[in-house]
């Protein structure tokens, strides 16, 4: 069964919203805790990359909400007659990192529904790449999208590509033999997320 990860069909609190799992950061339990730099996060074999897509009755995938308050009640925010439901999709983070589509489901009026591809099929890798990361826009940025997925064969491309996109030149992200990079949409929630033990229980948990 699919959790309500995102704001759904009617009013949530805000730490429900689509995009907040992306951005907020308990520590993971791997080698990725042991670097200070929380731009980007290297994927590891064996988590899974949770991908939560709005369906919307405009078109594209950026979520508008309004603010609503009551007395002295938190703020709740409604997604409104544009949203129609959400896609959950997983992928599964395999031997040298490589991603392999597991399931999808549409949740739309409480019903869930599950389907062959994904909406955004967005992570087509080179079978050579050895190296996947997740790259995080640090900085206020006009463009259509606040994170990458970037993969290469060596380390070494893999750091000069993370610096291109980070810069956020028009070109930064390219496609190659050996070299992998896709922009994430504004809008869909991207969140790596590894099996941890929680009361004797196996749970999928953020790393981020």
Not at 165 to 173: G, P, R, S
Request: hydrophobic share 45%; glycine share 6%; proline share 6%.
């Amino acid at each position: 069964m699919i959790r309500p990860y995102t704001a759904a069909v009617l009013c949530l609190g805000v730490s429900a919203t689509i995009g907040c799992a992306a951005r907020h950061a308990p520590a993971p339990s791997t080698a990725a805790a042991q670097r200070t730099d929380s731009s980007y996060i290297d994927l590891e074999p064996g988590w899974r990359l949770r991908v939560v897509t709005p369906i919307l009755k405009s078109g594209g995938y950026r979520l508008r909400v309004t603010g609503e308050t009551a007395g002295n009640a938190p703020m709740a925010l409604c997604a409104g007659d544009d949203f129609l439901g959400y896609e959950v999709a997983f992928y599964a983070v395999g031997t040298r990192s490589v991603l392999e589509f597991q399931s999808a489901e549409i949740i739309r009026d409480g019903k869930s529904t599950p389907r062959p591809v994904p909406i955004a099929d967005l992570f087509h890798l080179p079978r050579a790449v050895r190296h996947v990361r997740l790259i995080y826009l640090v900085r206020n940025s006009q463009a259509d999208h606040d994170m990458a997925l970037a993969a290469a064969k060596d380390i070494d491309d893999l750091e000069s590509l993370t610096h291109r996109v980070q810069a956020n030149t028009a070109d930064a992200c390219g496609n190659a033999r050996d070299i992998f990079c896709v922009w994430i949409p504004a809008g869909i929630a991207v969140v790596p997320e590894a099996r941890k033990t929680i009361n004797r229980t196996i749970e999928w948990v953020p790393t981020r």
